[in-house]
């Protein structure tokens, strides 16, 4: 296989995977469970490198949000219980039982298709039911939950393993969406409760995403599921930060490939919208927007060399941005830059999020497979 020796790439800090279930292990106490979502290519930092290393470190399950990247994890030697969050195709859900998936379920006509597949296979597959409490998406209904799980319960090819639903807002420091959380918790609690007053053993109960691991003890129930806060970053920027020292994982560098002086009122880059202010030294970083570097940082955004800051100066192109490194520089062409990332002085992921409009998720998902990932 060739080497990819490309100047931009990102780094994948394993020992912080270490340091934040670290962390979530010091939030939730030692008898929960831990279920480690690695949907997304573990939200751009490798679901094989990324679920590896969780399941040395001790995590219970994966989760993904497709078959096909349930699949990537079986076919890399992941033998583990992988989570399936997502409601499948019809034409998939052969492979959620020849792969030995967890699906979750949430209505009469999906979970029988699943049992009749299983029953074709001779397997029986474990199942998680989701119920909405309040997030919208997929889910039933709370009062429906009973019946749902006493179908399950009798099917000769599917075990109830959980029970499991979802928060939309238990990140928000807001009054009003604190007050809601609670109250999904409570709604989730009585279904729990009506399933076991049936006779039925809910198995796994779980609820907590990140922000309910940080904000809401009482939602850890038997296990969590990590997400962001796994990656180094808490899911809403306006959290208090005491709770837990998360480290994020992945930094994006690159190299200079060309410098040069440009003389005051010099326009760089596309649609000239940005001029020098005075004599000063451009690079041209061989990163862009095709990388996952967002155009939306045209101008805005800083990179950090040697611990010091340094402009965007003009457009972010497809597959280069320039940087103003001042009138004077000692900069040379290879030198590493970082674009975002973990390093004291450095952007990260939320910083970069903040002047796009979008969050911390997005900016480590956005970094594309042309990025090769190094492993450290």
């Known amino acids: 296989m060739n080497e990819n020796r490309r100047a931009t790439r990102a780094r994948i800090y394993l020992k912080n995977i270490d340091h934040n279930l670290d962390c979530i292990r010091k939030l939730i106490g030692p008898e929960r469970k831990i279920c480690t979502a690695v949907k997304a290519d573990a939200y751009g930092h490798g679901a094989v490198e990324v679920s590896k290393r969780a399941l040395e470190w001790g995590v219970d399950f994966l989760a993904v949000a497709t078959?096909?990247?349930?699949?990537?994890?079986r076919e890399a030697g992941i033998e583990a219980p992988i989570i399936l969050f997502s409601i499948a195709m019809d034409r998939e859900i052969e492979q959620i039982v020849s792969y030995n998936l967890t699906p979750f379920v949430a209505d009469p006509v999906y979970t029988n298709r699943i049992h009749e597949e299983a029953v074709r296979q001779k397997k029986t597959i474990n199942v998680h039911l989701k119920i909405d409490t309040g997030m919208g998406r997929i889910?039933?209904?709370?009062?429906?939950?009973?019946?749902?799980?006493?179908?399950?319960?009798?099917?000769?090819?599917?075990?109830?393993?959980?029970?499991?639903?979802?928060?939309?807002?238990?990140?928000?420091?807001?009054?009003?969406?604190?007050?809601?959380?609670?109250?999904?918790?409570?709604?989730?609690?009585?279904?729990?409760?009506?399933?076991?007053?049936?006779?039925i053993d809910p198995g796994i109960v779980h609820a907590a995403n990140s922000g309910a691991i940080i904000a809401h003890p009482d939602a850890h129930f038997d296990m969590?599921?990590?997400?962001?806060?796994?990656?180094?970053?808490?899911?809403?920027?306006?959290?208090?930060?005491?709770?837990?020292?998360?480290?994020?994982?992945?930094?994006l560098i690159s190299r200079p490939a060309f410098i040069k002086k440009v003389k005051r009122g010099t326009s760089?880059?596309?649609?000239?919208?940005?001029?020098?202010?005075?004599?000063?030294?451009?690079?041209?970083?061989?990163?862009?927007?095709?990388?996952?570097?967002?155009?939306?940082?045209?101008?805005?955004?800083?990179?950090?060399?040697?611990?010091?800051?340094?402009?965007?100066?003009?457009?972010?192109?497809?597959?280069?941005?320039?940087?103003?490194?001042?009138?004077?520089?000692?900069?040379?062409?290879n030198v590493e830059v970082i674009l975002f990332g973990p390093g004291q002085g450095s952007p990260d992921a939320a910083e970069i999020g903040g002047m796009t409009g979008t969050i911390p998720y997005e900016v480590t998902c956005a970094i594309n497979k042309r990025v090769p990932r190094d492993y450290v």
């Not at 000769?156 to 604190?178: K, N, Q, W, Y």
Request: aromatic share 8%; charged share 25%; hydrophobic share 35%.
């Open 67 to 73: 078959v096909s990247e349930a699949i990537i994890l």
């Open 139 to 199: 889910g039933v209904q709370p009062d429906e939950a009973v019946d749902l799980a006493g179908t399950i319960v009798r099917s000769a090819g599917m075990r109830l393993e959980g029970v499991c639903t979802h928060f939309p807002v238990s990140d928000s420091p807001e009054r009003e969406d604190i007050d809601f959380t609670r109250e999904q918790i409570r709604i989730f609690n009585q279904a729990v409760e009506s399933i076991r007053k049936r006779g």
């Open 224 to 251: 969590v599921r990590p997400g962001i806060c796994l990656y180094g970053y808490y899911p809403d920027q306006r959290m208090d930060k005491s709770p837990a020292d998360f480290k994020p994982v992945m930094e």
């Open 268 to 333: 760089i880059s596309y649609g000239r919208t940005w001029k020098a202010p005075a004599d000063t030294w451009i690079a041209s970083l061989p990163a862009g927007y095709a990388d996952g570097y967002n155009r939306l940082l045209s101008s805005k955004a800083e990179v950090s060399i040697g611990g010091k800051r340094f402009p965007v100066a003009g457009r972010v192109c497809m597959d280069q941005f320039m940087i103003d490194l001042g009138p004077e520089t000692d900069i040379t062409v």
